[in-house]
């Protein structure tokens, strides 16, 4: 925003991408976290901004069961 409060508008960036993997199955998981966007700009030598790199992340939480081995756990009693 400049000083006199009036804003511009630099550059629009449309990447196709990102809905794409933000609809895929494991991204729309209950499980899945919201994906985060981050992306890089780079300012060229005619003073325009470029996009250097584009990164959409999230995480899946898994749960697994483990079962002990009894065997083990027995074992382990018995040496003490």
Request: proline content about 4%; glycine content about 2%; aromatic content about 4%.
């Amino acid at each position: 925003m400049w000083p006199c409060g009036r804003e511009e508008h630099l550059m629009q960036v449309t990447l196709d991408e990102i809905d794409k993997i933000a609809g895929n199955d494991i991204a729309s998981k209950e499980t899945s976290t919201t994906p985060k966007v981050s992306l890089s700009f780079e300012l060229t030598r005619s003073h325009l901004l470029k996009v250097t790199k584009a990164e959409v992340k999230f995480d899946e939480l898994v749960r697994e069961e483990i079962k002990p081995n009894v065997k083990d756990i027995v074992s382990d009693f018995l040496k003490d």
